[in-house]
């Protein structure tokens, strides 16, 4: 099975696709856990050049691309292998981020970079997707208050990370299925506790 975590920056997925992961692993599961854009050495590489602040002058073609080279990669070398064995894979963000962020953010069409991506992923997609959701502004401030390290992504207009939240929204409610909404604006506790339930309810444990 293969799970994903999205959210707009400072929803806090980190933190919770690690305390998630170790509750599973406690109840048995066989977990294999993933975080983009890197997870394995080449496409860590691929994530410096992204997130470098030196590299401001990069065009959103050249960042698309770059995203699903990491991502081929990371696909290639660890997700596939590791469904394959039967394990259940957790990544921190996966191709809807692709959707999110250079779809709705930069105003790319959905058709064209869901055709890249099917390309980059061989058609893979997860099974379960859990929004993290939080005000654009409030994850910002987060990130700023934590003082996490700020990068090339974090300095975009907050007119474009609006715009990357509403896009999961949209991308959430064309496949109900798929996405679990979780309000991420509560503390760590709660927010953990509600995904276990949606998760207990998924994977009938
Ligand atoms: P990261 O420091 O990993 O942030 P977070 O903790 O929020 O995941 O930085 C990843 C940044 O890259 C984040 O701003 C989202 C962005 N991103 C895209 O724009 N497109 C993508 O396909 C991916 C995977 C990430």
Redesign the pocket.
């Known amino acids: 099975m293969f799970i994903t975590f999205e959210?707009?920056?400072?929803?806090g997925?980190?933190t919770q696709v690690k305390r998630i992961g170790r509750k599973l692993i406690e109840k048995g599961f066989d977990i294999v856990y993933t975080?983009?854009?890197?997870g394995t050495e080449i496409s860590d590489q691929v994530r410096e050049i992204?997130?470098n602040m030196k590299n401001k002058q990069m065009c959103p073609r050249t960042?698309i691309l770059l995203?699903c080279a990491?991502?081929a990669q990371l696909v290639e070398e660890v997700i596939r292998p590791a469904l394959q064995s039967g394990k259940i894979v957790i990544s921190?963000?996966?191709?809807d981020?692709?959707l999110?962020?250079?779809g709705y953010?930069h105003g790319f069409e959905q058709e064209t970079l869901k055709q890249l991506l099917n390309f980059a992923t061989g058609n893979l997609w997860p099974d379960l997707t859990f929004l993290l959701d939080i005000p654009a502004e409030k994850g910002l401030r987060r990130r700023i208050n934590n003082q996490?390290?700020w990068?090339r992504?974090?300095d975009y207009q907050l007119a474009f990370h609006e715009r990357v939240r509403n896009g999961y929204h949209q991308l959430a409610a064309a496949d109900p299925q798929r996405w679990e909404i979780i309000d991420a604006d509560q503390s760590e506790e709660a927010v953990e506790n509600e995904i276990m339930q949606r998760l207990a309810r998924r994977l009938h444990f």
């Open positions: 959210g707009p920056d400072g929803s997925k980190t975080r983009e854009p890197g992204l997130m960042e995203f990491a991502r921190d963000r996966y191709a981020s692709t999110a962020y250079q953010g996490e390290e990068n992504m974090d």
